[in-house]
């Protein structure tokens, strides 16, 4: 059988259709970092929140980019990583 363009964009390895998956490590530590950021919001704390929260998240772009399981998520992690690098280049 034949792969078609939606297969190769949407399905995995074992033909599943994967367009979202269950939070890895960078992004439960980039969800929780941002939530705390928006308590504490000035001073070392925050600094120190921000550093990792954007540390974290390039992470899991960087991880879906290479090592995504189809061409929907790598794209995915293309697309936050430019985000990401064009966010903090502007702010």
Known sequence: ??????????RD?????VI?????LPLIVWI???????????GTIHTVLDVV???SLFTWAWLELFEGVNY??????FVVLIGLVAFKAIY
Do not use: C, H, W, Y
């Not at 390895?13 to 259709?17: L, P, T």
């Open 1 to 10: 059988m034949e792969s078609t363009v939606f297969d190769k964009t949407f």
């Open 13 to 17: 390895s074992e033909g599943k259709i």
């Open 20 to 24: 979202a998956q269950a939070p890895n």
């Open 32 to 42: 929780v970092t941002s939530l705390l950021s928006l308590i504490f919001t000035t």
């Open 53 to 55: 929260a954007t540390g």
């Open 72 to 77: 929907f998520r790598r794209t995915l992690g």
